[in-house]
């Protein structure tokens, strides 16, 4: 399984980034999907999930109503639009199968 995250880079509190997931080595349309990150020092962090087919979706408290998650089968590709970004949202974020594989990550930082 490999998953290649692209997207990230700086950003000002406000700003808007949208991130890409390209999947190979697995049958990607039959895969729920999500993103995780890692911000300087703490944990890993959910922040969003989908099902195979594209829906439900499911975002972490911290995120609901300025990011979404969303995919495109036909591309192995898993998307995550972020909007109204804020300075916690700092981190590497990575996309990641349920099971736990996960890709190399691409850094967010957000700073004016």
């Known amino acids: 399984v490999q998953l290649v995250e692209s997207g990230g880079g700086l950003v000002q509190p406000g700003g808007s980034l949208r991130l890409s997931c390209v999947a190979s080595g697995l049958l990607f349309s039959a895969y729920s999907m999500k993103w995780v990150r890692q911000a300087p020092g703490k944990g890993l962090e959910r922040v969003a999930e989908i099902t195979w087919d594209g829906r439900p979706t499911t975002y972490a408290d911290s995120v609901k109503g300025r990011f979404t998650i969303s995919r495109n089968n036909a591309r192995n590709t898993l998307y995550l639009e972020m909007n109204s970004l804020k300075s916690e949202d700092t981190a590497v974020y990575y996309c990641?199968?349920?099971?736990?594989?996960r890709g190399q990550g691409t850094q967010v930082t957000v700073s004016s």
């Open positions: 990641a199968t349920l099971g736990g594989s």
